[in-house]
């Protein structure tokens, strides 16, 4: 499968975004499917993660403000992502779990002040 990210770009700090994760083939044979994100000199960091029953877990800087679900029908996870300041700005990235594990690209999300 291949995955393809989309709905980056410019926002002001409050605003919201919602990213999209398209696959090219079936999401549902794979457990998890999960955004990362790096930050200019950071490392990728886990931001949400969607599991089997659609059990989520989410980073602690940013619970409460974003939310990961996925329309298995369309083979897309979305991240929708509100109240959104400086320190989200980074290029995010999907990625599939399961027998194989998958990155799409990113998409740079950039938030400014």
């Known amino acids: 499968v291949q995955l393809q990210a989309s709905g980056g770009g410019l926002v002001q700090a409050g605003g919201s975004l919602r990213l999209s994760c398209a696959a090219s083939?079936?999401?549902?044979?794979?457990?998890?499917m999960s955004w990362y994100r790096q930050a200019p000199g950071k490392e990728r960091e886990l931001v949400a993660a969607?599991?089997?029953?659609?059990?989520?877990n989410y980073a602690d800087s940013v619970k409460g403000r974003f939310t990961m679900y996925r329309n298995n029908a369309k083979n897309t996870v979305y991240l929708q992502m509100t109240s959104l300041n400086p320190e989200d700005t980074a290029v995010y990235y999907c990625?599939?779990?399961?027998?194989?594990?998958?990155w799409g690209q990113g998409t740079l999300v950039t938030v400014s002040s």
């Open positions: 990625k599939a779990t399961g027998r194989y594990i998958v």
């Open positions: 083939g079936s999401i549902y044979n794979y457990n998890t």
């Open positions: 969607i599991h089997e029953f659609d059990f989520t």
